[in-house]
């Protein structure tokens, strides 16, 4: 299986590295299909989450070398 690796800015940065599945379950979404739309669909909940924080959590896949 194919692995990604996320990684999050904000006030707790860290990296989550695991299959679609894995990361689907460790961020609570269940409907989606590709991993663009996992990143998408986080944002979107710490978008809405932190709406009147400062520093807020930005979250993007890291590119493969």
């Known amino acids: 299986m194919k692995t990604y ?3 999050k800015y ?3 940065d860290g990296e989550v590295t695991g ?8 961020f609570g ?3 989606t299909t590709t991993i ?5 669909k986080v ?3 710490y978008d809405e989450r932190e709406a ?3 520093n807020r959590t ?8």
């Open 29 to 31: 979404i269940k409907k």
């Open 43 to 45: 944002q979107k909940q």
């Open 5 to 7: 690796t996320l990684v």
């Open 19 to 26: 299959d679609l599945n894995y990361l689907k379950d460790y």
């Open 58 to 65: 930005f979250i993007k896949l890291k590119k493969e070398e």
């Open 10 to 12: 904000g006030r707790r």
């Open 36 to 40: 663009t739309a996992l990143v998408n």
């Open 52 to 54: 009147a924080c400062y």
